[in-house]
């Protein structure tokens, strides 16, 4: 079955560079996605990418894909207070109607000054 | 924007009671989900509807129950509620079309006392 994985925590320091890994193992993948959650709130989608490319740039988010690896990554250009949040990947093997996606536990950003 | 209602940000119930989470949207979205999620599990699906008065079990459904009489609601049911319901519990919907993304609600924060 599908599983993706996430590392739980990650620190950066404002205005650096923030990158958040992820691993799937469902080969037929098509659909990746990734998700920001607030404390308290809902999980609000930031970007996703196809199986067929290979990165995707959206102002100061970038995705990259390996597929040979089954590696998703996400970057966050100048990262700042706000972007502290919980990241979530997941993944969509698309096998027909609904759009069933599986999550990963998602990686916790705490942005320090 | 896609808006993705649920009714109560909070809800303390009771053991046994029988405990209502209803979801609405207002993009004429034909799918719609019901997750729980939980620290250290990630999201978990425990049904999903893709279309009126259509149900499908996902990977949690046992104690739960859920109602789709109309395509922007999507309720979800818990028989007789149990300390272990005790869960953030978000709804999500998506267009038919499988690959596109789902757009989630801000969560609902169950208590079972």
């Known amino acids: 079955g599908e599983d993706v994985e996430q590392s739980l925590f990650l620190s950066v320091r404002e205005g650096d560079s923030s990158v958040i890994n992820c691993t799937y193992t469902d080969s037929s993948s098509t659909y990746l996605y990734w998700y920001k959650q607030e404390p308290g709130a809902g999980l609000q989608l930031l970007t996703y990418i196809f199986s067929n490319m290979d990165m995707k740039q959206d102002q100061r988010l970038t995705v990259l894909l390996n597929k040979k690896d089954k590696h998703l990554s996400l970057r966050i250009a100048d990262t700042q207070t706000g972007d502290s949040a919980i990241y979530f990947c997941?993944?969509?093997?698309?096998?027909?109607?609904?759009?069933?996606?599986?999550f990963g536990t998602g990686t916790r950003l705490q942005v320090t000054l | 924007d896609v808006k993705v209602t649920q009714s109560s940000r909070y809800l303390v119930k009771r053991t046994g009671e029988k405990v209502f989470l209803e979801c609405v949207q207002d993009m004429d979205h034909e799918n719609m989900f019901w997750y729980r999620q939980d620290p250290g599990l990630g999201l978990r699906l425990i049904y999903f509807?893709?279309?009126?008065?259509?149900?499908e079990k996902g990977d949690i459904p046992e104690g739960y129950s859920v109602s789709r009489e109309k395509k922007e609601r999507f309720s979800l049911i818990l028989e007789s509620a149990s300390t272990n319901q005790t869960s953030m519990y978000l709804c999500?919907?998506?267009?038919?079309?499988?690959?596109?993304?789902?757009?989630f609600g801000d969560g609902t924060r169950l208590s079972i006392l």
């Open positions: 997941a993944e969509n093997p698309y096998t027909g109607t609904a759009s069933k996606l599986t």
């Open positions: 509807s893709y279309d009126v008065k259509m149900k």
């Open positions: 999500a919907s998506s267009t038919q079309a499988g690959w596109q993304p789902q757009h």
